[in-house]
């Protein structure tokens, strides 16, 4: 199917809308990193920011969690490596929240 021709305009506005969600994905993000929000919090959120968001990033935005820790739990909670986090089925959310529980 191929994409429908923008006006200049609208193209314009897409982008504007591109970068606002990019940089709210950001600070999401950067918050669950610095420990102001938890996991559960973030995977209650329904939004387009946190579910667009890919699982493995979301994984890899945990304190102490980088991207070879983040792989080996895509690996063993069974997650494809391009799963987003809208995507996530209940028993793989659950299992995420039992293995990083709200803290405090």
């Known amino acids: 199917m191929a994409l ?4 200049p305009a609208q ?7 591109a970068s606002v ?3 709210e994905r950001a600070a999401v993000l950067s918050e669950l990193k610095e420990g102001k929000v938890s ?3 973030v995977l209650e959120r329904k939004d387009a920011v946190v579910g667009k968001t890919s699982a ?3 994984l890899e935005s945990l304190p102490g969690i980088g991207k070879v820790r983040a792989g080996q739990l895509i690996t063993d909670l069974g997650i494809s490596e391009r799963r987003r986090v809208q995507g996530l089925g209940s028993r793989q959310r659950e299992r995420l929240l039992e293995l990083f529980p709200p803290q405090g």
Do not use: G, I, S
Not at 4 to 7: K, N
């Open 4 to 7: 429908p021709a923008l006006t």
């Open 56 to 58: 493995r990033r979301l």
């Open 11 to 17: 193209r314009a506005e897409a982008l504007k809308k």
């Open 39 to 41: 996991l559960h919090e």
């Open 21 to 23: 969600v990019r940089k």
